[in-house]
């Protein structure tokens, strides 16, 4: 597994048997119905439901974190994976956590983290979304990290 281009420069990454521990990771949170979303629903970048159960949503940098990461924030019960990006995101070492309303969204806030990747999403099937998508900026960005990964 290669870890070079996927942790976040955030904090320090740790690398055992049970993932890879990336501490101090900054996360917000992001809800369907913000004016920025509403026009995608519900709906993930992948174009699946946007997930908040056992499994939930989580957006990011594709460049940092690949589409399909799987992750659990240290002391939460849930399992997060990756399958939403948004243009705030991009550089900024930050993952967005669906929640289902804007009360979720305004309690969550801003919080510093530590993670532990279960498993590394995919850099090419990123890059395979995110092809004909390049009309956007925030977009190509994040295309062209990956391609110099």
Known sequence: MSLASCASSSGQKVVSRKGTRITGVRTTAYTHSES?????????????????????????????????????????????????????LVGTNTIDIYQPTKAHMNAWGVRNVNIRVLKWGSFSKSVAILKDRQAYGHVRRMVSRISRS
Request: aromatic share 16%; glycine share 12%; net charge negative.
């Open 36 to 88: 920025d979303h509403i026009i995608y629903g519900a709906r993930s970048a992948v174009g699946s439901q946007l997930k908040y159960g056992t499994v939930r949503s989580a957006a990011a940098d594709w460049s940092v974190f690949p589409v399909g990461t799987i992750f659990q924030i240290d002391g939460a019960p849930y399992i997060y994976q990756v399958d939403d990006y948004g243009s705030a």
